[in-house]
């Protein structure tokens, strides 16, 4: 048997060029958030089975990488379906982790707690662009606070991050799951159709409103209520963009009347306000009546990250204000935002764009055969540069020096230095 030599499907091997920007990101998202007072946590990759199965995560619960139960506890004969054979899953994202992690030290921690988490999460999806079944996500999250200083201090950190990573033209896009339920039972949705209209909304930027309203047919949802929910949409804007400007939700808060709770309204215009007033109009905020996002445990506001050339968002979150006590028993607000980290990666690289390189890089390639006093001598000279912030590589000289070196270059190496047997050496 031969083995394999290409990583597995869904999977990503990530060459030097692409981790040296993977690094440079991360660097800045970590120092960016940190300004905010944003504290770096870590949690398991792997997650109790029970968590990752609460009907909380939407549509990403089918999607779970299952793990077997190990030794006498995994009885195979006995088994009479899946969830006898397993007890653990790796996390499919990380606001479960972070939610348990907080039930678990609350005790530990200071109120409101203010996480940043970045790591690698596991879905088993269908490969596309800018999506693998292995990718990093970057969260920050706010425990304990039910105001709205918790979602303005969230949006202005993720959009100065992604400003210093070099990001100008993106919008974030805002909505609230008590708007979008206010809306449903105005156009005539019983309310165990709700969920149900929300999955159909959420693929509205993938089908467009003509294909949810077909989606929502084919589920046997009211047609009487679907008719008023498509001229609803349609009073709002741009069927495409599906966006909506602060009049025109006022308009939609006027005409859902008792409906939906003032409170909720003046909530989500203080956010707007606010945000586009401290950040000074450096990229766009605006309501959003098609917003959905898939998980099941939000509870409030919710929004998204978009970008020109990208199909999807680049990133988003919302408020779980229910979550913390399916734990411990005791509600916590909460609200965190996620990055798509790979989605940034894809289009940096696609445009071409390289980390500043602050350090001075630089090559002594030896010629093979150099005495072992040379070749000290070489990595002395090595060793006394670095402390200087310089990177020094030291190897032997290919046959290929030609290729060798254009390599090095390609990979910043602005200095190389070749040392010959015969005594000389030659600086490029």
């Not at 988490?117 to 292995?134: F, K, L, N, S, T």
């Not at 709205?148 to 100065?160: F, S, V």
């Not at 929502?216 to 008719?227: I, P, S, V, Y």
Request: aromatic share 8%; glycine share 12%.
């Amino acid at each position: 048997m031969s083995l394999k030599k290409k990583p597995v499907n869904g999977m990503k091997d990530i060459l030097p060029a692409e981790m040296r920007l993977r690094d440079y990101v991360t660097g800045v998202i970590k120092e960016t958030y940190g300004s905010y007072g944003f504290c770096a946590i870590d949690t398991p990759c792997v997650e109790h089975i029970e968590n990752l199965s609460s009907k909380q995560g939407g549509e990403n619960e089918k999607l779970i990488f299952k793990i077997l139960k190990r030794g006498e506890k995994l009885q195979l004969a006995e088994a009479k379906s899946v969830d006898e054979l397993v007890d653990g899953g790796l996390r499919y994202d990380l606001t479960v982790p972070l939610v348990r992690f907080y039930a678990n030290h609350m005790n530990e921690l200071p109120t409101p707690f203010k996480a940043l988490q970045i790591g690698p999460v596991w879905r088993a999806d269908r490969p596309q662009r800018g999506r693998y079944r292995q990718f990093v996500q970057c969260d920050i999250d706010i425990l304990g606070d039910a105001t709205n200083l918790a979602e303005i201090e969230l949006i202005l950190a993720t959009g100065q991050a992604l400003e210093k990573i070099g990001f100008q033209d993106f919008n974030i896009r805002l909505s609230d799951r008590r708007i979008l339920r206010a809306m449903a039972a105005y156009c005539g949705f019983s309310p165990d159709e709700h969920e149900k209209v929300f999955i159909h909304l959420d693929k509205w930027d993938k089908i467009g409103l003509t294909g949810v309203l077909a989606q929502m047919e084919k589920d046997g949802l009211t047609k009487a209520a679907m008719d008023k929910f498509a001229a609803l949409i349609a009073e709002m804007g741009d069927e495409k963009a599906g966006a909506g400007s602060l009049g025109q939700l006022k308009g939609l808060a006027a005409k859902l009347g008792t409906l939906l709770d003032a409170a909720v309204l003046q909530n989500m215009v203080d956010i707007i306000e606010s945000v586009a007033a401290i950040s000074g109009g450096a990229y766009g905020i605006i309501f959003d009546p098609t917003l959905v996002r898939g998980m099941g445990y939000y509870t409030g506001t919710i929004f998204e990250v978009q970008v020109a050339n990208l199909a999807g968002s680049l990133g988003g979150g919302g408020r779980y204000d229910k979550m913390v006590g399916d734990f411990s028993g005791q509600d916590v607000a909460g609200i965190g935002f996620s990055l798509g980290f790979e989605r940034i990666i894809l289009l940096l690289m696609e445009g071409g764009v390289k980390p500043p390189d602050k350090t001075l890089k630089k090559a002594y390639l030896m010629e093979k055969g150099l005495s072992a006093d040379r070749v000290r001598e070489t990595l002395k000279m090595a060793t006394n540069e670095r402390p200087g912030s310089a990177e020094v590589l030291v190897a032997w000289m290919n046959k290929n020096k030609k290729f060798q070196k254009e390599c090095l270059a390609a990979e910043g190496y602005g200095e190389i230095v070749e040392i010959y047997a015969n005594g000389g050496n030659t600086c490029t």
